[in-house]
């Protein structure tokens, strides 16, 4: 089971973006990266094509999994480590900080 999955809300922890919080669009275990929605932003140049127009295209770069921490359900702003538990029978995943279950 993953600390940070798909659709969780997260908190940049270190670059250029540290401090801004985002939806994880996408999670690469095998590369220990994940693509947060708004959050390390890199812009291509993009040759026009039929289909395609060209100029410049921005897009997200993935980002490192030890530089984002799942925000805190309760205030979803301060970052919190992940922990687990068994509830009602089910491994759900806790927000160490405030004892709340992370939805997903």
Known sequence: ????????????????DK???GEVLRVMPKDD???VRGVNMIVRHQR????QEGGLIRKEAPIHLSNIAVADPKDGKTPTRVGFEVRDGKKVRVAKRSGEVING
Not at 1 to 13: A, E, H, S, T, Y
Not at 48 to 51: A, I, K, M, P
Request: charged fraction near 25%; proline fraction near 0%; hydrophobic fraction near 35%.
């Open 48 to 51: 026009q094509s039929q289909t």
């Open 19 to 21: 401090g801004r919080t």
């Open 1 to 16: 089971m993953q600390k940070i999955r798909k659709g969780d809300n997260v908190v940049v922890l270190a670059g250029k």
């Open 33 to 35: 990266k994940a693509l």
